[in-house]
């Protein structure tokens, strides 16, 4: 079993819907969570960084954390076509530097 | 531009042959790290340094890979003896080393050995 698994998808949805991205791990000594988000060809962007437990809020875009059960979750509003990418979650421990990758999900946002 | 720049952006090399690849990270950034993407899976990562110090290898870096900073600024990255195997992307990031260590990538190099 991988320490961090998210689904591959694809995950396919009409323009506007909101979107549900989800990753579970195993590592009980993570504290920081990240989702990036990778264009075909490109590096990985930096969405959405968060400590511990709880919500965060960036325009369109909410991360959810709850440590209790392992699980971390990005939501888009309205989502849009150029919304469409891989979605990366990463996570890493306290007094570590190097995050530990989901290996990403496919988001399909059709018009 | 003042993002993370790499180059080449693509590299097509026998098996056998030597490549290098280079980052330049944001310029206030003392923190760099190499990963590697396959296709389908999420970045892994290779080493990182500090400044110019080379503070961690992962054990995927095998003795055909080396990793310089010289002056704390760029990094390059050389694979020798290529292998079919080390296809991929290789992903190039920097950081702060103070606050979140929110880390920052740049756009790859992607790696075909014939």
């Known amino acids: 079993q991988k320490e961090v698994e998210q689904d591959p998808g694809p995950l396919s949805v009409p323009e506007g819907a909101i979107v549900s991205l989800n990753c579970t791990y195993s590592?009980?000594?993570?504290?920081?969570f990240m989702w990036y988000r990778q264009y075909s060809r490109k590096g990985p962007e930096l969405l959405m960084y968060?400590?511990?437990?709880g919500n965060k809020e960036d325009g369109r875009f909410t991360a959810q954390v709850d440590k209790s059960s392992k699980y971390i979750s990005l939501f888009i509003r309205d989502s849009q076509p150029s919304d469409s990418a891989t979605y990366l979650c990463?996570?890493?421990?306290?007094?570590?530097?190097?995050?530990?990758f989901g290996r990403g999900t496919s988001l399909i946002v059709h018009p | 531009d003042t993002g993370v720049s790499q180059n080449p952006r693509h590299k097509i090399t026998k098996r056998g042959q030597n490549v290098t690849f280079r980052c330049d990270p944001i310029?206030?950034?003392?923190?760099l790290y190499w990963y590697r993407q396959t296709l389908g899976q999420g970045p892994e990562f290779l080493t990182y340094?500090?400044?110019?110090?080379?503070?961690?290898k992962s054990r995927l870096l095998s003795d055909r890979f080396s990793a310089e900073r010289p002056k704390g600024s760029f990094s390059t990255l050389e694979i020798q003896r290529t292998e079919q195997g080390d296809s991929a992307m290789y992903l190039c990031?920097?950081?702060?080393?103070?606050?979140?260590?929110?880390?920052?990538f740049g756009p790859g190099t992607r790696l075909t050995v014939l």
């Open positions: 310029s206030e950034h003392n923190r």
């Open positions: 340094f500090q400044n110019e110090a080379q503070l961690e």
């Open positions: 968060t400590y511990s437990s």
């Open positions: 590592n009980s000594a993570f504290q920081y």
């Open positions: 990031a920097s950081s702060l080393w103070t606050g979140g260590n929110e880390q920052f």
């Open positions: 990463a996570m890493k421990e306290g007094g570590s530097y190097i995050p530990t």
